[in-house]
Each structure stands twice: as C-alpha cells, then as structure tokens.
C-alpha cells in the first residue's frame, strides 16, 4: 500500500483537524445535506471532512442481505458535488462509505469495492449474522449479551482479512446499546481477541478508527477505548483514522483534538486520513 507522509504545523492560529466519518441525508439514520455538513466542518476550521454515507449490506432492522444498499450512490456523487461546489475551496472534501457486514456477503463487497471516484472505506459490522442492528436488539440477560460480544468480535477477525475496506470502525459498537439496556460489558478482559484482530488487520494493510462518538453517547470514552488503542500500537498498528460519526451538523469535528491526544499518549506519532484509497499520515 502507498502512503504519504505529511508534516503538519500547529502552531500560531492553525490546528489541523480531520474528521473521517461523517453522515448526509444519504444515510437513512441523517437528514442533512452533504452541504450542511460541510458547512459546518468549515465554521469549525477543519482541515479535511470525509463524508461516509451508509451502505450497509444487512438491512437493519431484520438483519437480512440489502441487494439495493449501493443504489445510493449517484446521489451521494451528486450530493458530493454540490458540497464541493459550495465549500471546495475552503475545506479539503473527502467521499468514502460506511460499508457494513462486508463479511456477511463478501462478493457483493468486491462489486462495492471497484466504484471509482471513493476516498475512503470504513469497514463496520452493525450486527451479527441474521440479527438486526445492535440499536434495535432487545437484550434479555448478561450471559446473552456476553455471547452476542464474542460473536460481534470474532466477525471482526473475517473483517480485518477483507481487501475491500481501509480501516475497521468503532470497534466495541456494542457497548453503546448493552450499557443502555443495563448490561455494561466493556472490551477490557477481550485481550487475545483484540490482539488476533489487530495482527490480522496489520498484516492485510488495514487499520482501525477512534470513534469519538462514545464521548458524547455516555461512554465517557471514545470507541474503542485508550487501552485498546494502545493495544493496537503495542501490537505494531501505524494506520488509525479518528471520526465523530456525526450525523448532525453540530457534532460535526467532536472531540477529535481530545481524540488527537490520546494517540500521542498511546505511542502515535501521526493520525491517518484517506484520499483515493490511500493512507496519508499527518504528524500529531
């Protein structure tokens, strides 16, 4: 895999500030524009936004194959387009996807993965197989929810093996509904799993997101957390994006500079941020 390393100043007025992971009105759980969302990352002074609209290959609320999921994408290129047309010149606009449950139906993923004109994509898993989305699941005890949390991780090692994605999203997903239906199982005593996850990917060129969305959903912590991130550059990880998964304009850029230095305490001398499928590192 090519990459680009970038020297970033951050001195005087300037802090450069990427957010790659963001949702439009192309994504079914958002209802602003590409425009409004870039908008927004511009009174905020980013750097770059990468917009990655859902295509999730499970529908969510039932948890079977969407054979129309990409459907969306000449809109979102439309879309693209205005944004750009509106704020090119005053932010670096990026367009990727979310591409969900990529394992679950991987020949479809290759079909999703040769669309040119892509910048970026996340690789997320929503939901094990032939269940709805961890949103919707009705949880009924610990112990289920402790094998729903080894099987949603061992997904990921089939996950990190897939050529079709750039980095793996918000690892411990989970963890934001379980603790809603009381059941709070962090990723802390999941080691030897993560670790096999994070070697896997290492050795296919594929990276990990930090999610800051956890931050401000009651988590307290980005997903996934500082140990697991540190556990990831223990384990020799170099690639890693940071997003706030904004779906509101609002969010847009939320807690990444905070994010930024937890990867300086993890051992991260650059945060990653995708253009054309390729890795730029940018120093912290």
């Known amino acids: 895999m090519d990459a680009i390393f970038v020297a970033v100043l951050t001195g005087g007025d ?4 990427a957010d790659s992971h963001s949702h439009s009105l192309c994504s079914t759980d958002a209802r602003f524009t590409m425009a409004e969302m870039a908008e927004a990352a511009v009174d905020k002074g980013l750097s770059i936004l990468t917009i990655t609209d859902h295509v999730d ?3 969510f609320e039932d948890g079977k ?3 129309y999921c990409f459907e969306i994408w000449p809109d979102m290129q439309e879309d693209f387009y205005e944004a750009c047309t509106q704020y090119g010149d005053k932010i670096d606009l990026r367009i990727g996807i979310e591409l969900g449950e990529a394992n679950h139906h991987p020949e479809f993923a290759k079909h999703i993965y040769r ?11 929503h939901n094990i197989r032939d269940t709805p989305d961890f949103y919707f699941y009705e949880y009924k005890s610990l112990n289920e929810c402790v094998m729903l949390l080894d099987k ?5 090692i089939e996950l990190a093996s897939m050529p079709e994605i ?3 999203a918000h690892i411990g997903y989970t963890r934001r509904y379980m ?4 059941y709070d199982l962090a990723l802390d005593n999941q080691v030897d799993i993560l670790t096999e996850i994070y070697k896997t990917a290492i050795s296919n060129g594929i990276g990990i997101e930090l999610n800051t969305s956890g931050i401000r959903q009651g988590l307290d912590s980005p997903i996934p957390g500082f140990e697991q991130i540190k556990l990831y550059r ?3 990880g170099e690639i890693i994006t940071v997003g706030s998964d904004a779906h509101f304009p609002h969010d847009v850029g939320s807690d990444i500079e905070d994010c930024y230095e937890l990867l300086r305490q993890a051992g991260f001398k650059y945060v990653t941020v995708f253009k054309y499928r390729r890795p730029e590192f940018y120093k912290l």
């Open 166 to 168: 750039d980095v793996i």
């Open 14 to 17: 300037f802090m450069f500030i």
């Open 234 to 236: 223990d384990c020799g």
């Open 57 to 59: 290959l499970d529908h």
């Open 65 to 67: 194959f969407n054979a």
């Open 179 to 182: 603790r809603k239906a009381g």
């Open 152 to 156: 949603y991780l061992h997904e990921h």
């Open 115 to 125: 669309a040119s004109g892509l910048d970026f994509v996340i690789g997320s898993i």
